[in-house]
């Protein structure tokens, strides 16, 4: 298809039939295509400096038709409390900015990152758990994000558009996707799954993030890097379910046993909740939203490093 490109003020105007569309938790563009117009359907375009990959001016210069904006990174997503950055907010604050979307409690959502980088997907990844965390089930991911629909040739849009018109969502927190610090204790000390989505240096604890205060993964942790699944094809990035799940069955992990998925921040550990739950079938997957942020404020917690085994945040930490 040839692309062409759209001036546009607001939404589009067609609308199809109203119904649930029970999308699958990854889409392609071609199915985007297809169903775009359709009642109840909103696109909600998350692009943010991460890998670069844009913004409201961004958006406004090309997005695709009948979408909405609102940037992961700015826009209330995720929250600082206690000097640990990347922690679900209230759900009453995630309803205001839902609702401030005009996305209501019937409509289905399709999240659209940049689509230019592998840790930009995780934007993608986090906002899709919150409204799984909320009880929002009508929701996916545009495989390749915005790049990807682009490359592809697809139809875009420019202008300013209008602004939605806000709704009511009504939330309702599902805990058992959100892992408590002390839940991870809990878990470790049972043996219980617990993945590390992030790159190999930072689980061998070559690698420290300024949000922790010491190197090092939980004791008894696998690593499950959040960008080792996702391939570059013509700029943009896309999801491989079958590498994805080649990756899970190299690790031997039980598909059955209560996992959870941390990071540093929560973000990395958000593609990494998808990854396993959403991909790749794992049946009771968890996020630790605090992370390693959070774990390392306790100085006599544990950590592994490859080089020196098991050691305590105190003893790391500056």
């Keep these: 298809m040839r692309s062409r490109l759209i001036i546009a003020a607001g939404a589009l105007a067609i609308a199809g039939p109203a119904h649930a569309l029970h999308p699958a938790p990854l889409v392609e563009a071609e199915w985007l295509d297809q169903q775009l117009g359709s009642d109840g359907l909103v696109v909600l375009d998350v692009r943010s400096a991460i890998d670069d990959g844009g913004d409201r001016e961004s958006f406004e210069a090309a997005r695709i038709p009948g979408s909405r904006y609102s940037s992961y990174t700015d826009d209330g ?5 206690d000097d640990v950055a990347g922690l679900m ?11 401030g979307l005009g996305i209501g409690n019937d409509d289905t959502v399709v999240v659209v990152a940049g689509g230019t980088g592998p840790t930009d997907f995780g934007s993608a990844a986090r906002i899709y ?3 799984k965390a909320l009880g929002h089930d009508e929701v996916t991911i545009l495989n390749g994000g915005f790049a990807g629909w682009q490359a592809q040739g697809f139809d875009v849009a420019s202008g300013t558009p209008g602004a939605p018109e806000a709704t009511d969502f009504s939330g ?3 805990a058992h996707l959100l892992a408590t610090t002390e839940e991870v204790e809990a878990a470790r000390e049972a043996d219980k799954p617990l993945v ?3 790159p190999p240096g930072f689980f061998t604890g070559e690698a420290q993030s300024p949000a922790a205060r010491a190197p090092g993964t939980i004791p008894g942790a696998v690593n499950l890097p959040h960008d080792g699944a996702l391939v570059e094809r013509d700029g943009a990035y896309y999801l491989e379910p079958a590498r994805l799940n080649a990756n899970i069955d190299a690790l031997g992990l039980d598909r059955q046993a209560p996992t959870v998925a941390f ?3 929560g973000h990395w550990a958000a593609s990494g909740w998808f990854q396993l739950s959403e991909i790749g079938g794992l049946e009771n997957v968890s996020m630790y939203d605090g992370s390693m942020a959070e774990w390392t404020r306790d100085d006599a917690r544990p950590l592994q490093l490859a080089d020196r085994g098991i050691v305590t945040v105190g003893e ?3």
């Design 263 to 265: 990071c540093n921040t």
């Design 196 to 198: 590390d989505a992030r």
């Design 89 to 99: 907010p209230d759900v009453a604050d995630l309803e205001a900015l839902i609702g």
């Design 129 to 131: 758990w919150t409204f």
């Design 316 to 318: 790391l930490a500056d």
């Design 172 to 174: 309702s927190l599902q």
């Design 77 to 81: 997503w995720r929250e600082t409390r």
